[in-house]
């Protein structure tokens, strides 16, 4: 079955501190992983990473996929209130034909001022 | 910039009843999805729409119906609604199923 976790489920941090969100994966056929940021309503997206080792850069957002151990990472530095939000990881997987995502349940941000 | 607009955003339903959500994109998209979203789950995709004139079962299609009505719309509909169909519901649509999908605000379903 495909598996996708995020760690930590929930992080409080203050104004100004670097965050690090982790998200692992265990599916068929990998073809690509996606962050999103969900605030009150609409997940808005963030990055799509393909490819190990090549750093994807927004601002003070930044992600890296390691393929060979199944893992990615989000980084924010300088962390602001309107961080605050829930951070989404979703691995799209499959062979031939539509691909679906898979969502982690999601890293709950808090930034206090 | 519409993106993909979504009514209801509340409902309240008795177990039961039955009603159909909407769902607009203006985004010239191909393909549209519909997830829930329930606490500690997830995003889980019930339906999706790979393009105009097709549909097929996601993860969670058990009480589940869907009409791709044009390029446009897709809609869910819930026949005969149960309390464990309380979610809130996402609408989701990509340019093609291997491109960034972009959500609307959501539908928030109650059923008592």
């Known amino acids: 079955e495909d598996k996708v976790v995020q760690s930590p489920l929930s992080l409080v941090v203050h104004e100004g501190d670097t965050v690090t969100l982790n998200c692992s994966y265990e599916v068929t056929n990998f073809r690509s992983l996606l962050w999103y940021k969900q605030e009150k309503k609409a997940p808005t997206f963030l990055f799509m990473l393909?490819?190990?080792?090549i750093e994807k850069k927004s601002g003070r957002l930044s992600s890296i996929l390691d393929k060979k151990e199944l893992f990615s990472i989000l980084n924010i530095t300088a962390t602001q209130t309107g961080d605050s939000a829930i951070y989404l990881c979703?691995?799209?997987?499959?062979?031939?034909?539509?691909?679906?995502?898979?969502f982690g349940t999601g890293t709950r941000l808090l930034v206090s001022p | 910039n519409a993106g993909v607009t979504q009514t209801p955003k509340f409902q309240v339903l008795k177990t039961g009843q039955s009603m159909t959500l909407q769902c607009a994109q203006d985004m010239n998209h191909n393909s549209m999805y519909w997830y829930r979203q329930d606490p500690g789950m997830g995003l889980r995709l019930i339906y999706y729409?790979?393009?105009?004139?097709?549909?097929d079962k996601g993860e969670v299609p058990n009480g589940y119906n869907v009409s791709r009505l044009n390029k446009r719309e897709f809609s869910l509909r819930l026949e005969s609604a149960a309390p464990s169909q309380t979610s809130v519901y996402f609408c989701?649509?990509?340019?093609?199923?291997?491109?960034?999908?972009?959500f609307g605000d959501g539908t928030r379903l109650s059923i008592l």
């Open positions: 393909t490819s190990s080792g």
């Open positions: 729409s790979a393009s105009e004139g097709t549909t």
């Open positions: 989701a649509s990509s340019i093609t199923s291997n491109q960034p999908q972009h």
């Open positions: 979703a691995v799209e997987a499959g062979y031939t034909g539509f691909q679906k995502l898979v």
